[in-house]
C-alpha cells in the first residue's frame, strides 16, 4: 500500500510510518496486526497533509549531484526548499546524511574545521544534504574543506541569501558548485494539481494572493491573509537585519512599501529618497539587498539608441503578487482594485522569469520606453534572440508601437492576456 502513494508524500509517509515503528516497537506490540494499522495510518495521512508539489528544478538538481561538486538551492523563506531536499532525498539510491543549519549539535559537529574530522564525519556517505545552511558560520570555507578532504561525496545544501552575502560561499566555491533559485510555485508546478481551466478560474486569486505553495492548503481567504502577513512581517525581512549592518528595519519597510506602488513605472532614486529622509545611495544599496533576498527585482531599460530611447532608469517588481499586496496590506477583490494592470504585468513577468530559470534558460529581461512616451512591457533576450511583449488584463489587442515597430522590426511582438498565458510560458 505505500508504494502505490502519490510520490510527492513520499517524505511524510517515511517520517510518520518511522515514527509508529518506533512505538510499536518500544511498547512491544509489534506484530502482524500492527503492520496493517501502520499502513493504515499512512494511508489516512496522505489525504490530511498538506498538498506538495514536485518542483520543476528536482530532476536538474537530481543530475547535477556528482562527487566533489556543492549544489545549493536559494530562494526565500517559505516556498518549499525543505520540501524539496526531502524529495530529492526519496530518490537518490546512496547514502545521505542529513544536517540543520538550525541545530546547535551541527555547528558542533562542523566546529572542528579538520580534514581528518570531515573524513570520519562523512565516512560511507554518498550525498550531504545540509538545510538552512545559512545559519552555519563561514560556510563557504566548510564546503570548501569538505569537497577537497572527501573526493566521493555531494553536497546539497540550501539557504535563504543571506546564506550567500554574509557567509560569503561565492568565493571560496568557485569552480566546485552549481546554483538552483527556487520560486514561489509556478504555473506549470500548479498544473500538477489541476486543469488549466480549472487554473483559469482562479487566476484572480492568483493576482491578489500569489503562489506560495501553503496557500494551496487553505480555501478561506482570511488565512491566506493571515498567512502572508506572517511571511512579509516576520520572515522576508529578517535575512536583511541579519547581514550587512542593517539595523533599523523600518526604513527598508518604507521603502518596499513605496517601491510596491509603483509596479510598472520607472522608478526614481532621488525621489525615494527624499520621501524617506535617507540618501540616493542608501536607497540603492536597499534596493539590492531586497532583490538578493528574492523580495523584489530590477528590470533595466532596453535600448540601442540613448539620444531617444530610455537607457539608464528602472524598473522593479516582485517575485509574488501576494508579497506585494501584504506590504501595501491589500486584499481586495481585482473587481474593486485600480491596479489590475499592474498586478497582471508583475504576476505575468515574474512567472516568464520563473519558467526560464526552472529550465535552466540563461535569459536577460528588460523594459522599452523612448521619451516620447511609448512603451513595451517586456523585452527579453535569449542567446541574442530578442521576444516583446505587452500585458493586458481585458486581452485587448494592440499595434506594435510605431517606434519600436520602425527600429525594431525584426522583435516578435505580442500582447499576452489570460486567454494565451500558456503559450507565453511554453508550457
Known amino acids: 500500500m505505500l508504494n502505490s502513494l502519490p510520490h510527492e508524500m513520499n517524505c ?38 498538506q498538498m506538495m508539489f514536485e518542483r520543476d528544478i528536482k530532476m536538474a538538481v537530481l543530475s547535477e549531484l556528482v562527487p566533489g561538486k556543492v549544489i545549493k538551492i536559494f530562494g526565500s523563506r517559505r516556498v518549499g526548499k525543505t520540501v524539496l531536499l526531502e524529495q530529492i532525498e526519496s530518490e537518490y539510491t546512496g547514502n545521505i546524511s542529513v544536517l540543520n543549519g538550525e541545530d546547535y549539535n551541527t555547528e558542533r ?35 570548501k574543506l569538505m569537497v577537497d578532504a572527501v573526493k566521493t561525496v555531494s553536497i546539497l545544501v540550501s539557504g535563504s541569501s543571506s546564506f550567500d552575502l554574509h557567509n560569503k560561499t561565492g568565493e571560496p566555491l568557485v569552480g566546485r558548485s552549481y546554483e538552483f533559485k527556487l520560486f514561489p510555485l509556478s504555473i506549470n508546478e500548479l498544473l500538477q494539481k ?14 491578489v494572493y500569489g503562489n506560495y505553495p501553503e496557500l494551496c492548503n487553505f480555501e478561506d481567504f482570511s488565512k491566506k491573509t493571515r498567512y502572508l502577513n506572517e511571511i512579509s512581517n516576520s520572515y522576508l525581512l529578517k535575512d536583511l537585519l541579519m547581514i550587512d549592518g542593517i539595523k533599523n528595519s523600518s526604513k527598508m519597510r518604507d521603502l518596499l512599501r513605496l517601491v510596491s506602488f509603483q509596479i510598472g513605472s520607472i522608478v526614481s532614486y532621488d525621489e525615494l529618497g527624499k520621501q524617506l529622509g535617507i540618501s540616493r545611495n542608501t536607497v540603492e544599496k536597499y534596493l539590492d539587498l531586497l532583490s538578493k533576498t528574492f523580495v523584489i527585482y530590477k528590470l533595466p531599460a532596453y535600448s540601442t539608441n540613448p539620444r531617444k530611447e530610455i537607457s539608464k532608469s528602472s524598473k522593479w517588481y516582485f517575485y509574488d503578487n501576494g508579497i506585494r499586496n501584504a506590504v501595501i496590506g491589500d486584499f481586495r477583490p481585482l473587481h474593486i482594485r485600480s491596479d489590475i494592470g499592474a498586478l497582471w504585468e508583475n504576476f505575468m513577468i515574474s512567472e516568464r522569469i520563473k519558467s526560464c530559470s526552472n ?32 500585458f493586458k488584463w481585458t486581452g485587448k489587442e494592440l499595434k506594435t508601437p510605431l517606434a519600436f515597430a520602425k527600429n525594431y522590426s525584426q522583435i516578435d511582438y505580442k500582447v499576452i492576456s489570460r486567454n494565451n498565458l500558456v503559450e507565453f510560458l511554453n508550457i
Open 12 to 49: 511524510v509517509h517515511l517520517l510518520a510510518k518511522s515514527y509508529l515503528y518506533y512505538f510499536l516497537q518500544r511498547n512491544n506490540i509489534f506484530h502482524t496486526n500492527n503492520i496493517i494499522v501502520l499502513n493504515i495510518f499512512v494511508y489516512l495521512i496522505s489525504n490530511t497533509t
Open 109 to 143: 559537529l562542523l566546529s572542528e574545521r579538520t580534514i581528518s574530522n570531515y573524513r570520519q564525519l562523512l565516512s560511507g556517505t554518498d550525498l550531504l544534504i545540509i538545510d538552512e545552511a545559512q545559519n552555519i558560520k563561514e560556510i563557504g570555507l566548510v564546503l
Open 194 to 207: 489541476q486543469t488549466f481551466l480549472d487554473l483559469n478560474k482562479k487566476i484572480e486569486d492568483f493576482l
Open 359 to 390: 529550465k535552466r534558460e540563461i535569459s536577460q529581461f528588460y523594459f522599452w520606453r523612448n521619451y516620447a512616451g511609448s512603451e513595451i512591457d517586456l523585452i527579453e533576450e535569449t542567446n541574442s534572440n530578442l521576444k516583446a511583449f505587452e
